[in-house]
């Protein structure tokens, strides 16, 4: 079944007549060794239904235990959002039927949230940064998977059949929901992907989730509504359900613009509405109707006692907040001398953990920034990997810088280096032995192979005599030939200079 395409207006046009309201809920999947309320496992990828339990499928008389990391990382979450933390706050129940919902009740909270009442400070890729008001964290369950079979697009529409894998069911989850963003104006997409990927730093220095959104341990409910410029009241809004990627949310919310306005253009009204994006097409297709907060028949959880944190655990949670992403990448650009450009290129190709590390193993900032974000970036980009996925280390990276910093190696050879540490032939050393890659040392064979290349060439060395240095470019590239690229570029320019001038 194909998507329907709606009509949509030009994006420009939509926001000079139209204000965009936002919202935003950021779910996380912590990465606790077990569930929210029973015994099992949360490892990703096991087989279907292995990690399964009475409680977590929500059988007769199975009763739910709170899993206490659960709950600090709740409120370490709460804290690095500069959320107050609730003296006392319980669970309770909301009532809905997937088919992914063994018990036919999410164990979630409503009323009473761990933390509330926060922001974050997103900075934006021009250094300005906007504040995004947090209404509140809560501690909530995952539902299980339902997946559909036999279809072309992994939806029920066409399937042949479903299935319903519960070893998500109860994996510890943190909602993160923000206030209405307003004045986000015609940077709304940019700043939804900004706010998102701040949330997900943010969560990955604090070490509670992986964070890997295409695995859906971070995911994203898009809200976007409009209301005529300069007026008060809101719009109907959509949600768009489940981003997993930056790049999506950016894009969905700057199409729901486009696509609301075209709506109240032609006089219609804005359905209140979840919807899904559709990342080959780049559009969004109605989903069903949008629930409000009195239809889950919310009620206190019977089988859990309320959560009251002591205060000063709190404060010894506090105190164990990691330096702020922001901040931290702030620091290292000052210590490395990078350039805005050059530390957007790191923080784009996910490499500041990864040259951070290497520096710290001894390879210069230059150094680590060329070899993480050049070769390995491309093949990372190209085979949908992670960096890290090569088999290339920190390590690796800092052992080559120094073979070219201690003159064994020039940038050419070092290439063909790193070329066969990405293909796995070994360490670098290792690499360049087997190669037989190693610069001349041998200053006689290196005068001797300049001496002979002026001589083939007396029109262009006259050329260098009469003072058209470049012209010694072309000399070099011979000597650099006759040396089979074993020597230093440098020191044979330097020889034939000091014969020709």
């Known amino acids: 079944m194909?998507?329907?395409?709606?009509?949509?207006?030009d994006y420009d046009d939509a926001v000079a007549?139209?204000?965009?309201?936002?919202?935003?809920?950021?779910?996380?999947e912590l990465g606790t060794a077990t569930k929210m309320f029973c015994g099992c496992a949360t490892g990703f990828g096991a087989e279907p239904n292995?990690?399964?339990c009475p409680v977590c499928l929500g059988l007769p008389g199975a009763l739910p235990v709170v899993n206490a990391m659960g709950v600090e990382s709740a409120i370490r979450i709460g804290l690095a959002l500069n959320c107050k933390i609730a003296a006392w706050c319980r669970f309770a129940r909301k009532n809905y039927f997937y088919p992914d919902m063994p018990k036919n009740f999410q164990t979630s909270q409503y009323d009473e949230p761990i933390a509330y009442d926060g922001y974050l400070d997103v900075e934006?890729?021009?250094?300005?940064?906007?504040?995004?008001?947090?209404?509140r964290a809560h501690m909530e369950e995952d539902t299980g998977?339902?997946?559909?079979?036999?279809?072309?697009?992994?939806r029920i529409q066409g399937a042949e059949y479903s299935l319903v894998d519960y070893n998500r069911a109860g994996i510890p989850l943190i909602e993160i929901v923000t206030k209405p963003i307003v004045g986000a104006g015609d940077r709304a997409p940019e700043i939804a992907r900004a706010y998102v990927g701040a949330v997900r730093d943010l969560l990955k220095a604090l070490n509670v989730s992986d964070v890997k959104m295409e695995q859906g341990s971070l995911r994203?409910?898009?809200n976007v509504s409009l209301k005529p410029a300069g007026a008060e009241k809101f719009g109907t809004r959509t949600e768009t359900k489940n981003v997993n990627s930056l790049r999506s949310v950016e894009r969905a919310v700057r199409y729901e613009i486009s696509r609301q306005a075209a709506v109240l253009d032609s006089g219609a009204t804005v359905l209140q509405e979840t919807r899904h994006w559709h990342e080959d097409t780049g559009v969004t297709t109605s989903g069903r109707p949008k629930s409000d907060a009195d239809d889950y028949r919310y009620f206190p959880e019977p089988d859990l006692v309320p959560i009251a944190p002591d205060p000063a655990w709190v404060e010894e949670l506090r105190a164990t907040l990691p330096e702020p992403p922001n901040?931290?990448?702030?620091?290292?650009?000052?210590?490395?001398?990078?350039?805005?450009?050059?530390?957007?290129?790191?923080i784009n190709a996910g490499a500041l953990e990864l040259i951070e590390d290497t520096?710290?193993?001894?390879?210069?900032?230059?150094?680590?920034?060329?070899?993480?974000?050049?070769?390995?970036?491309?093949?990372?980009?190209a085979e949908g990997k992670g960096l890290d996925e090569f088999g290339v280390t920190p390590a690796h990276v800092a052992e080559l810088d120094g073979m070219v910093q201690a003159g064994r190696l020039n940038d050419a050879m070092a290439r063909q280096v790193f070329e066969g540490v990405l293909d796995g032939e070994g360490t670098p050393t290792a690499v360049a032995d087997a190669r037989g890659l190693q610069l001349v040392q041998d200053d006689g064979a290196l005068e001797a192979a300049v001496d002979e290349v002026i001589a083939a060439n007396p029109d262009v060395a006259q050329k260098v005599r009469d003072g058209k240095v470049q012209a010694a470019g072309a000399l070099i590239g011979q000597v650099m030939k006759a040396m089979k690229g074993q020597a230093d570029a440098a020191k044979v320019r330097e020889l034939l200079l000091s014969r020709l001038t």
């Open 2 to 9: 194909s998507a329907v395409l709606e009509d949509v207006v």
């Open 17 to 28: 007549r139209f204000d965009p309201v936002l919202g935003f809920e950021v779910h996380v």
């Open 124 to 135: 934006l890729e021009d250094g300005s940064v906007f504040r995004v008001d947090i209404e």
């Open 359 to 381: 520096v710290a193993v001894g390879a210069t900032p230059v150094a680590a920034r060329k070899w993480w974000t050049g070769e390995i970036a491309r093949r990372a980009s």
């Open 145 to 154: 998977k339902s997946l559909h079979i036999g279809g072309a697009t992994g």
């Open 327 to 346: 901040v931290r990448r702030r620091r290292l650009q000052t210590d490395w001398g990078y350039s805005d450009l050059e530390m957007r290129d790191v």
């Open 220 to 222: 994203c409910d898009a």
């Open 50 to 52: 292995t990690q399964v």
